[in-house]
């Protein structure tokens, strides 16, 4: 079991940058694969990008070039750096994990786009 808490959403401008962060409430180095998903109002959540244990990532092709996931297993954090913000990637972005069959959620973070 663990618990996953999001930070770092806000509203930025078109253009700029934010650093989404996730805090595990236990270690992650066993977590084989954590990711990031999103949702925007009135659409289904969808996969933003994943990394496993050995760095393998894997991105939407509607951020590749933009963002970046990472994950610091000394600190049981995963990360998406999110550049070149459009106010397409306006969503609700949740931190995911899967442990044996089961998945995990946080809560969320709002990332507002807009000028």
């Known amino acids: 079991q663990v618990q996953l808490v999001e930070s770092g959403g806000g509203l930025v401008q078109p253009g700029g940058s934010l650093r989404l962060s996730c805090a595990a409430s236990?270690?992650?180095?066993?977590?084989?694969?954590m990711g990031w998903y999103r949702q925007a109002p009135g659409k289904q959540r969808e996969l933003v990008a994943t990394?496993?244990?050995?760095?393998?990532?894997n991105y939407a092709e509607a951020v590749k070039g933009r963002f970046t996931i990472s994950r610091d297993n000394t600190k049981n954090a995963l990360n998406l750096q999110m550049n070149s913000l459009k106010p397409e990637d306006t969503a609700v972005y949740f931190c995911?994990?899967?442990?044996?069959?089961?998945?995990?959620w946080g809560q969320g973070t709002q990332v507002t786009v807009s000028s």
């Open positions: 236990r270690s992650i180095l066993n977590i084989y694969t």
């Open positions: 995911y994990c899967r442990i044996v069959t089961i998945d995990y």
């Open positions: 990394i496993t244990t050995v760095g393998s990532t």
